[in-house]
């Protein structure tokens, strides 16, 4: 687009969104795009629609001008999924934040797709209801970022991914057409399920603008424990025992490796062991469920045979809320470490929880042998989904290095039939290694599918599948 055509589609969009609705400049340059640090907020615009309709005509605006966008949620994403390289305007939703309902009998909330996730677990809350999405990025993570990348988080064990929790969804596809597809019901076989389009999908076949959520009855106990084992067959045996015994009560199940854990409690004076140190596995345990006292006192009997059984071989129950709140400090101090472990690069892979001991030794050689003792790398996850994080330094933030780590850790994943992404999503990040994950045919339906949404590649383009 030459710089007259575009100075009119600026004046264009502005006159659609007044002025409030338009950056350009050091006002871009000033906004970070990529939780991670990364460089990238270089756009012609940033453009911030007050309602649909708006959307819907910039969008309109920018199909006849051929002007690709990139989607702008809470830019907490951690794949690069909203990076920028100049050329294109961003779509920030930041002014979509209202809740518009809650209807307390059905279980749902209507809101727009920019309204911050921890906003809607308020107002849920205030309801006596429970959204069931939670994540640490809630602060700032929107709703249509959550829908997006289909996040996951600490209580997918129990609810699913953000897949599970949205009923109905509104869109605006690449020509600026609205497609409003609002369901309210758990039950809708009418034809297809077009609201799985735009779930996971990164922004490239529409842009979320409204949706309803599910929401369930609030849960009225909660029993946290962190215990020690030994062995990771042991994690896994404990992890189906609860499942049994708890009565689908669990709620969350976060492994740490002996190295994650270590790194914590070294980098940081503020977290004290609940539990005896020197093991191999510690695991941070919730369930939730209908009654304290009932549901803590089978909480306590089921640890406590766990226990005799030597399936673990320490554990500590949360007292107070503080007490609570302090084990969830240790899982959750991804600042500490990346600190500890600086320049770092985080993975979420998921994998059979069968492969998962013999996958993590493999992709610790794997490092060694290329780097030595450069390799710094400590596992944690999500472990009852079958989803692992690492945390890996090998002391360059070059990138040849990086992506060396990076085919190191997921190569090692085909053969297994692991996934490179298992919540984050694939952005411009994973997108090389895409092929250890999905096949030539899966492949070249996502790009059918991508042609016909948006055939002038217009939206977040370059991102998942280029
Ligand atoms: C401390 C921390 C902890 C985290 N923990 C987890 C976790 O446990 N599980 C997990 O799954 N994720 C986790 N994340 C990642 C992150 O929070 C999620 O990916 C989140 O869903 C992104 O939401 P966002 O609004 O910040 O989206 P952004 O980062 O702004 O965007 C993410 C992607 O979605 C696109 N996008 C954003 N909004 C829209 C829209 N309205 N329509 C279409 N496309 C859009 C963007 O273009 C981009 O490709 C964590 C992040 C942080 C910082």
Redesign the pocket.
Known sequence: MGKTEASELMAAISSMVGKGGLQTGADIRARQVS?VGHAGADALALVRPSSTQQLSEVMRLCFEAQQPV?????????VD??LATGTEIFLS?ERMNAIEAIDTAGCTMTVQ??VPLQIVQERAAAAGLLFALD???RG???I??????N????QVIRFGM?REQVLGLE?VLADGTILSSMNRMLKNNAGYDLKQL?IGT??TL????RAVLRLRPAPRSQCTAFVAADSFAAIATLLRDLESKLGGTLNAFEVMWADFYETILAASNRHTSPVEMGHDFYALIEARGGDQAEDASRFEQVLGEALEQDIIVDAAIAGSHAQREALWAIRDD?DNLMKALAPMIVFDVSLPISDMPAYVDRVRHGLTRRFADAAKCVAFG?VGDGNVHFCISVGSDRHDAQREVMDIVYRELEPVGGSISA???I?LEKRPFLHYSRNVAEIALMKTLKNALDPRGLL?PG?VIG
């Open positions: 939780w990139v989607p702008l949620g809470g830019n907490t994403g951690l999924g909203a939703l797709a920019g994540l640490g990025g700032s993570a929107t249509g970022g959550n829908i997006s990348t996040a996951g988080g600490n953000m869109a735009f990164e922004g529409g842009i979320v603008t991804i999500h919540e984050h999503g952005g977040n991102k």
